[in-house]
């Protein structure tokens, strides 16, 4: 039997709730071809309260020995400013890992009513491929004059030719391997550096995909097409800003961000990947037994089928299907009246079903 190490990650708020509900789904699925080797982690704004730090001063060195990190959510406002949070514990796992790509499906599932009049599962099917160490997270810049009335800010943002293309050439398999169309997120119109280096690369690569068809939407225009014709998505490329934002849309076009799962992939082989619901800490619910686990169960399914158990991923997908389109055990953000423990209850029982 296969037997995976698997660092845990719960973090704050609602990441410590839906967590163990995905362990024990993960479990459950892999139950006869696997075993998965917990590792808990209790890093977070209670450690930061503890010790000064989201995390030790090893702490990625620490990460490094297992086969995937299983990560819920990281944020305690008003307690820990947000910027602290994400730059103590997030960002530098996913810098310092080279997780260069964040991978975020988005799909109406069965059963759910989204926002959109008249679009169905059918037509919400889509993955935003995002870039994830550099762009407008890249932490380049400083304050000066501080606490004058000259002070000032500035927020660098960083384009590198090798990472970009690297981004972009992942997206590309990624379209050839679905419907073969990406969509390459923009504003070249207003960001005449980055961005036009970012439209150049995308052009460059495209000569190897001559299979693959290309669109190229400012991130404006972006946006309200995907709540006017969602279909005309398959697979969008944007940068670490601009596929943050359009994801958050998406979510809500699956009908709740609870539903949400992303995977930050590891550049190099041997480096454990990340995978996570993108909800953040939900403070306003947590502790109340209420969150939605599904994303967070699907991000489980995410790293089961980065560890090549892609059978075990494949019937959890189906068994959140089959979930949704009972509708009899959803949490209150899909308009029911369950918890998180039952709703990871049903997903086991409906594994085999």
Known sequence: MQQFRIAVIPGDGVGKEVIPVGQRVLEAAV?????????????????????????PPDGVEQLRRFDAIYFGAVGDPPHV?????????????????????????????????????????????????????????????????????????????????????????????????????????????????????????????????????????LVDAAAALMVRAPERFDVA??????????????????????????????????????????HGSAPDIAGRGIANPIGTVWAGAMMLEHLGLTDAARRILRAIERLTNEGKVLTPDLGGTATTEQVGKRIIELLDA
């Open 31 to 55: 139950a006869q071809e696997a075993q998965l080797d917990w590792h808990l982690f209790p890093w977070g704004s209670d450690f930061y309260r503890q010790t000064g730090a989201l995390m």
């Open 237 to 278: 490329v944007g940068s670490n800003l601009f596929a943050d934002i359009l994801t958050d849309l998406g979510a809500a076009l699956m009908g709740s961000l609870g539903l949400a799962p992303s995977a930050n992939l590891a550049a190099a082989p041997g480096v454990p990947s990340l995978f996570e619901p993108v």
């Open 81 to 217: 400013p947000d910027h602290v949070t994400l730059w103590g514990l997030l960002l530098p796992i996913r810098k310092q890992l080279d997780l260069f790509v964040n991978v975020r499906p988005i799909r109406l599932f069965p059963g759910i009513r989204g926002p959109l009049r008249d679009k169905g599962p059918e037509d919400i099917d889509m993955i935003f491929v995002r870039e994830n160490t550099e762009g407008e997270y890249a932490g380049v810049g400083g304050r000066v004059h501080v606490g004058t009335p000259h002070e000032v800010a500035l927020e660098t943002s960083v384009f590198s030719r090798f990472n970009v293309e690297r981004v972009v050439r992942f997206a590309f398999e990624l379209a050839r391997s679905r419907r073969k169309h990406l969509t390459s997120i923009t504003k070249s119109n207003a960001q005449r550096f980055g961005m036009v280096l970012w439209d150049e690369i995308v052009q460059e690569v495209a000569r190897d995909y001559p299979d693959v068809t290309v669109t190229s939407l």
